[in-house]
């Protein structure tokens, strides 16, 4: 990988961030016009259900029958739990839009941050759901000593 694609990779993801914490804000915006935190949930999601659907039918690649042939069978447990992702995300974006009048944006996101790093220095050291197994360091638990000192640091 090239310097420069590095550095393009980086800016992605920390524009993804920055999209997060845009996301979070509108949300909350959105249930205080709609006055429900339910329906603001739903629209972000439809919204996005919708901005997905675009890309799905115009990039290149297997049509949604051709992705289900190939796929596990329906009721095994990894196939069932695969599924459930956007539940969590339904759940992220609940407890941000009821969380980010109270706490503010940037204390919602740092904890959310924090909760990810923790999150996922378990799926790693235990291999959770296909994972390689990344046991944890004391240079990782002192990555997220750091992530839980900035949002004590945001909230001063």
Do not use: C, K
Request: glycine share 10%; no cysteine.
């Amino acid at each position: 990988m090239t310097a420069a694609w590095s550095a393009f990779s980086y800016l992605l993801v920390v524009g993804a961030g920055v999209s997060v914490a845009l996301q979070q804000v509108l949300n909350a915006n959105l249930r205080a016009e709609l006055g429900s935190p339910w329906w603001a949930g739903f629209v972000s999601y439809f919204v996005g259900m919708l901005a997905m659907l675009v890309v799905a039918l115009t990039s290149p690649g297997p049509r949604l029958p051709d992705s289900f042939a190939g796929a596990a069978p329906w009721l095994s447990w990894n196939s069932w739990l695969s599924w459930t992702g956007g539940l969590f995300g339904a759940l992220f974006i609940a407890t941000a839009i009821f969380m980010v009048p109270r706490l503010g944006a940037a204390t919602v996101l740092a904890l959310i941050v924090v909760g990810q790093m923790l999150g996922s220095l378990a799926f790693d050291h235990f291999g959770l759901f296909g994972l390689a197994h990344q046991p944890v360091s004391p240079t990782r638990l002192a990555g997220a000593a750091a992530l839980i000192l900035g949002v004590v640091l945001i909230r001063l």
